[in-house]
Each structure stands twice: as C-alpha cells, then as structure tokens.
C-alpha cells in the first residue's frame, strides 16, 4: 500500500480562528463512517519513515534472490547487497541461476573439513569454496558466495545465524546408506558428518516421504523448491564420480557434542599433589563421582577407541579384529536386551478382544507402602484423589508413543 | 490465550513480533542494542523483559511462562576424538610447578552465549515449533493450525499448542494449510481482480491461434514499452516456430539422409517443447530463455556449413551438438511437467496458484539446527532440545546478547 496523501481536510477559513481549531483537534480529521472502529490512519512522520523504507531498503527482502540467502544482515543500511560486486543486479542473478542449473551436472565439490574443533570456521570454507566454484562457472557476474554476517536474519543478534540444512541430495544418500547397505545410524553419521539423530530423523521422514509417494498423496513440492532455494543447504558429495574422487564429504556438523553436565557448572578448586596423574576421570570424580570422562559421554566414543588403537601402534589386522569382537559384543548385548524383552511380553497373560486385548500382569498391593500413597501403587484407592483434580496439574499429555 | 494487543506492530512502540510481515521486517531493521546509561537496572530489565517477550510466546501469559522459565541452560562443547584418544587430560596440568610452564600459546575458545537462551523452554512448544519449521508465517497462526487439529503428533492428532515436544518426537502439518500459510495471498480487492481479469483477457488473444499474426506485428512495432527482459511464452513460441520453418526450408535441401534424420529427430524435440509452452508458467522462462538462445547459438554456428556444402563430411549438428539439444529440451519438458502437475493454476486453492513464496519470506527464513525438516511432506522431527555452544545459541531470538541478559535476570529474581 503507497502512503497515503495527507489530505487537508480543515478549510484554511477555520484555521485562523483558534477557538474552533481547538474543536477541530478533538474531533478526529474525517473518518468515512462515525461508527467505525478503526483507528484514524492518518499520514504520521513514522508512517512515511515505514513505507519510505518499505520501498527504499525494504524492497531488495520483498522477494527472495535465486539461488541464494537473503537475509537482513546481507544489506547495509541503504538497502545494497554488501558482498555484491557493483555491477551487480537481482534481475541478472535470475539468469544466471538458470544457466548454472544447466551445468549443475559438473559441479564439483571442494575438500571439507577434518577435525571437529572449530567446525563452524570448516563449515563456512566448504561452503564458500563450494559457490565460488558455481559462481566462477556462472560468470564474472554472479553473486559471491555468503560470509557469516550474510547469514545473520538478526543483525542485531551476533551468536544467531542461519544455518545449512541437508539438501535433497544429501538425505537420500543418508536414507540409501542405511536402508539398502544396511548401514548402523552411527557409520553412517561419521560418514556423512550428520549426528545420530539427524541421521535417524531423515531415515524415518524420508521412509514417510516414499509412502506418500506409493500412496499417490501430492507432496507439497513447490514449497520444498522454493523453502530450499531460500535457506543455506550442505550439498552431497558423491563418492562414486569420477570427479569426485580422493574428495571428502562435507561435514554438515559436528558429531561428537559433549553436554554440559549441571555438576560441572560450578567452579571447583582441588588441591592435587603435584606428583600425581591426575586424569579426566580423575576431574570428573572431583565434580561429581558419578560423573564419566568426557571419552564415554560423547555420542561416538568408538572413534576414540579406534583412534586409540591406532596411535598405540597396533597393525590393521589386530585392529580389524579388535572392531569385529567389539561389534560382536555389541550385537550379543542386544540380542540379549530383545530376549529379555520378549520373554517379559511372553510373561504376560493376555486375553484377546475384539479392538483391545486384556493383559494381565502381577502385583502386589504392599507397593503402595506404609502410607498408601507411594506412586508406585497400582489402582485407585478409596478417599485419595485423583492427581488431575489437583490445583496447578495439567491435562496436557506430555508424550506421545511413536 | 490473551487477545491479541490492538496495536499489534505499532509503529510508535517498536515491538517485534513473531511472525513474517513487512512490519516484523521493518522494526527489526529499526532495532538498537539496549540504551543502558541513565537508567536503572529495574528500568533495563524490565524493558529487555518487554521486548523480548514481545518476540518469544507473546501469546503466551506471562504466569504460564514464569513457571516454564528455568535458570539451567542446555549447553554443549564439540570434542575432538583425535585430542581425546592421544591425551587423557593430565596434560593440562603437567609440569606446572617444575617451571615447564612456558607453553605454546593456547586458543581461547569461544564465549558461549548462554545468555541467548532464556526463552529455550519456549522453543520446545509445539506451536514455536511449527512456527520455527517454516510450516506457518507467525506463532499465533502455527497455534491455530494446532488447535484447529491439523497436526499430528507421531501420527496422532494433537489439539495442545501447550503440548512440549521430548526428543525424537515427529510433528507433521497438513500440507494444503502449509502452502496456505507460506504462499502469497489470493487477490481479493475489486481492483486487483479488474487487472487479473484484463491480463487474462489479454492472455487468451495473445494464445488465440486465429489472430496469431496480429499481435506479433503489435509487439514488433512497439518494442519500447514491453521493455522486460524475459520473452514472454507467446513471443518465445514465435521464435520456436521460426526456428522450426528455418529447420524445414534446410530439410527440403539436398542433405545426406543420416543427416535428415537427426534433423527430423530435432524438428520433433522442437515441436514437442512448442506444444508444452502453454503450460509454462513465470518461473521457467528464464530457464526457456537460456535453453533459447543456446540452441540458436548452436544452429548459427552449424548452418552456414550446411547451407554452403553439402558433402558427408562436415554434417549439419554434429554428434555432440544434438546430444545437447536432446538433453536441453528433455529437461525443459521435465520443468513444463512438473510445473503443470504439481504447481499448476487452479482457482479452488485458497492461496495464489501457481504457488510462490509471501512476500518478505526469505528475510525469514531459517530452520534452527534442533529441528529436521523435511518439506516435501511437511513433517519435522523435534531431534533435541536448543543448546548453546560456543559462539552460538540456538534460539533464534533478534536481540542482543545484553537485552538477553536483562530479560534473564528479570526471570532470575523470583526464584
């Protein structure tokens, strides 16, 4: 909507006299209809300042650029794409995007990170090599690729920014890995420097994808197109091309994330005797003496075993057999885990019925204990209320069985 | 719920609010970090307490939020597994007191800002969730969705925008109000239904293959005032057309008959790609246009050695060349195809057809890293609650890391 254009509504006869311009102040300026709610949208100098900027600034956010982020951050205050070189406009990036996506076939992938110390540094070089190289196979005409600050939505929020998410590619390649090869959602998360559960969240939404898909439902597809061309995406370096080989995949983020524990957030002063080792496990006691190293805490302790053995020397084949009982070992505890489970199931005595079966399990009425109001307790017992009809208790469920 | 304040985005008050209006835009863009000289600290924090709360489950009352807040925040430091296996920790304090103390210089890590993360049990809502997903275009409209029972939680109908998502749990929303929520508005005004009505009566002319002739002569006398960049469909059709006739008069020549069949091949690939322009819509143009002028530029440089000889040895397209025009035109039918199956016009839609993203979107448009989404089925999986780590908080809030602070402590006091 342009401003609109402030309109005199007072006669200049009236102005003159003060008297009746007073009784014109009281008297909002001409609304349509007198019994109308809506507050008098006069043309005030704020209301100008906003659609000034709404066309000025504002305009270049109106719209998304193809192929790229467009974020506040991105622009100075009058309105210009800071990383874009000076001949740069929207209208050509649209061409431009087009023409890449013809070449999108021989694109390549530039070396990713290694290491997880700093991976938000690593992240941002393999994505910046990676559009520089689109850029470079675009023209000289097309946008350099984002810097940090392109990333913020928030300008004024430093420690926000827009991060990448999996591109179409990438979630396929992770769905295939574990589906057809069989893959366990930890390989495949230190293959493709995703955590474990994103590496479980695409396996179950891509399995729902391919069902709509054999169901015929529509997918909701020109939002997807549009939602990923707007936000930054970790692309899919696939291994089995000829030209990306000796390349690694880029490591969207990093895997081993170690929790805070409450206990170790105070800070602790402990005299050691100078003589002494005093090792993680050892700092970890002095917090809390239930709390583990950092080594068993992280979401792949397996890599540092294994970067363990092989600093100690050990040949590949001593290795390899190492894994292979670990795997064995683990795969024993589980087996045994579903037995036990299963034999808990079979304990059961359960009466089949039409919608619902009846089970019948075992208890004993002294788990109420002494007071009769332990919550272990089983059944409704006469004179106690029901916690629901407790002041401050909510109804809301607060979980959902998968 | 409380109602809705009446002046919602004022332009008095600054308030940003959650959602993806021009408004939200303008008054982020007018934001300025805390004026903390020349006023209490009551007078900080409760204007950081204000205006954050503004922003993070304005829609919520401030008793349910008070009792949510908690002073533990979720963090995580990233680990190396190469420095855990080749040290186990006593480094840190090796040889202090021997004098070994001169060290290589040591990296500071990063600040953790885990003043960023006061609103964190708020993100866990199912509504903010929604919201966060890109599923809805404001917090308030992600609720309604909820209450109006168009998401499903692990496959069952939740009504609770209340409802606080555990790890691993999958929330998926309809995908029609999805489209509705993020895609530009239908034109409603009696104006704008004028115009649409002009420019469909001049789209149905210009298709008109009766009167074919009449209106390309218009757009060549005129050039001037259709000064777009793009060609429309119509024109691009012309061109086609011509391109074919150019194509037939080099087939009525004398040529080598392996030579006219690729020819004929390329005749029926540009026939097919003239009888799909009508369902191309904006969006392919641009594509159109390249596929255009590259196949031009490809018959250019391959005609005149047609015309001049006609021996087997240097062909009309060579090998390569009508590879490339196979798979540009293969492609140009998949993009006509897609669009005309899955974003294709269609009035009983309740938002815009053919889709396109509302207008300021893009501003706004982030998916936090607790969250993994997949678009196509509109599903998102709550994979673990927002932490901060170093340099970086996960809550996506649009002030400053002291207006946090302030609104934390406000919190903090009554505990």
Not at chain 1, 194 to 206: H, I, M, Q
Not at chain 1, 270 to 283: K, W, Y
Not at chain 2, 219 to 231: G, N, Q, V
Request: charged content about 30%.
């Amino acid at each position: 909507m342009p401003p609109r254009l402030r309109t005199t509504n007072v006669p200049c006869t009236l102005t003159c006299c003060p008297s009746v311009r007073s009784q014109c102040i009281t008297q909002p300026s001409r609304t349509s209809r007198q019994f109308s709610q809506t507050s008098c949208q006069q043309v005030t100098l704020r209301r100008r300042k906003f659609y000034d900027w709404l066309n000025g600034p504002g305009l270049a956010l109106k719209e998304p650029i193809p192929g790229s982020t467009n974020y506040l951050g991105a622009y100075d205050r009058y309105g210009n794409l800071v990383r874009a070189s000076p001949g740069w406009q929207r209208r050509k990036a649209g061409e431009q995007q087009g023409q890449s996506a013809e070449q999108e076939g021989e694109e390549k992938k530039e070396e990713a990170a290694e290491g997880q110390e700093s991976p938000d540094e690593l992240e941002m070089a393999a994505r910046r090599t990676e559009q520089a190289k689109k850029a470079e196979q675009a023209g000289g005409d097309a946008l350099p690729p984002e810097t940090v600050e392109d990333l913020r939505p928030f300008p004024l929020n430093k420690h926000f920014r827009s991060q990448p998410v999996l591109s179409e590619g990438l979630r396929e390649a992770i769905y295939q890995r574990v589906k057809r090869d069989g893959a366990t959602v930890s390989l495949a998360s230190v293959e493709f420097g995703v955590s474990n559960e994103r590496v479980g969240a695409v396996v179950r939404l891509k399995q729902m994808e391919k069902e709509w898909i054999a169901q015929g439902k529509t997918l909701a597809a020109p939002y997807s197109k549009a939602v990923l061309d707007m936000l930054p995406t970790t692309p899919y370096v696939d291994p089995n091309r000829p030209e990306n080989k000796g390349k690694r995949p880029i490591t969207h983020e990093p895997i081993n994330d170690l929790p805070v524990h409450a206990a170790t957030r105070q800070q602790l002063f402990v005299p050691v005797a100078e003589s002494r080792h005093f090792t993680r496990v050892d700092a970890g006691k002095a917090f809390d003496n239930t709390l583990l190293p950092a080594d068993d805490r992280i979401p792949h302790p397996e890599l540092v075993q294994a970067e363990r053995e092989l600093a100690s020397g050990l040949s590949f084949e001593e290795r390899k057999k190492l894994a292979e009982e670990r795997l064995a070992a683990e795969q024993a505890r589980k087996a045994q885990e579903e037995a036990r489970l299963k034999a808990e199931d079979a304990a059961l005595k359960k009466v089949p019925q039409r919608r619902w079966d009846f089970v019948f399990q075992d208890f004993s009425i002294e788990t109420v204990g002494k007071s009769e109001r332990s919550l272990e307790g089983v059944g409704w017992r006469y004179g106690f209320p029901h916690e629901d009809r407790k002041k401050g208790h909510v109804k809301i469920p607060t979980k959902v069985e998968a | 719920m409380p109602r809705k304040p009446p002046r919602y985005h004022s332009l008095k008050k600054i308030k940003v609010r959650a959602d993806w209006s021009r408004w939200s835009l303008y008054h982020l863009s007018q934001l300025r970090p805390p004026n903390l000289g020349a006023r209490t600290y009551f007078q900080q924090k409760w204007s950081a307490k204000s205006d954050t709360r503004a922003y993070h489950g304005e829609h919520i009352r401030e008793k349910k939020w008070k009792r949510r807040f908690t002073s533990s925040l979720p963090a995580v430091v990233p680990m190396d597994h190469k420095y855990l296996a080749r040290h186990d920790g006593s480094e840190q304090a090796a040889g202090r007191g021997a004098g070994a103390d001169a060290q290589e210089k040591t990296r500071t890590p990063q600040m953790t800002p885990y003043m960023q993360m006061t609103y964190w049990p708020m993100e866990r809502r199912l509504d903010m969730a929604i919201w966060r997903a890109l599923f809805a275009s404001s917090a308030r409209q992600a609720r309604q969705f909820v209450v109006h029972g168009l998401v499903k939680v692990n496959g069952k109908r939740m009504r609770y925008p209340g409802y606080l998502l555990n790890p691993g749990d999958l929330f998926q929303v309809d995908s029609e109000c999805v489209m509705f929520a993020t895609g530009a508005p239908k034109t409603r005004t009696a104006v704008a239904r004028q115009v649409a009505e002009e420019q469909r009566a001049a789209r149905r002319e210009a298709y008109d293959p009766n009167n074919s002739k009449k209106p390309s002569s218009e757009l060549e006398a005129l050039p001037a005032p259709t000064s777009r960049e793009e060609p429309s469909p119509t024109e691009l059709k012309k061109h086609l057309q011509t391109l074919m006739d150019d194509v037939e008069g080099v087939l009525g020549t004398e040529v080598k008959a392996k030579d006219k069949q690729k020819l004929r091949d390329f005749r029926s690939t540009i026939r097919k790609a003239i009888s799909l322009w009508k369902t191309a819509t904006a969006d392919t143009i641009a594509t159109l246009d390249n596929q255009f002028s590259f196949l031009r530029s490809a018959l250019s440089t391959a005609k005149p050695e047609a015309s001049k000889s006609s021996d087997p040895s240097t062909q009309l397209l060579s090998k390569e060349d009508t590879e490339k025009l196979k798979a540009a035109f293969d492609r140009l039918k998949e993009q006509a195809e897609y669009d005309s199956t899955w974003n294709k016009r269609d009035a009983k839609k309740p938002y815009l057809t053919p889709w396109r993203p509302r207008n300021y979107m893009s501003a706004f448009a982030f998916i936090p890293r607790y969250l993994e989404v997949n678009q196509n089925i509109c599903a998102a999986v709550y994979l673990r609650h927002p932490v901060a780590r170093p340099g970086l908080a996960e809550v996506p809030t649009p002030f400053s890391i002291e207006t946090g602070q302030l609104a934390f402590n406000w919190y903090l006091r009554r505990r």
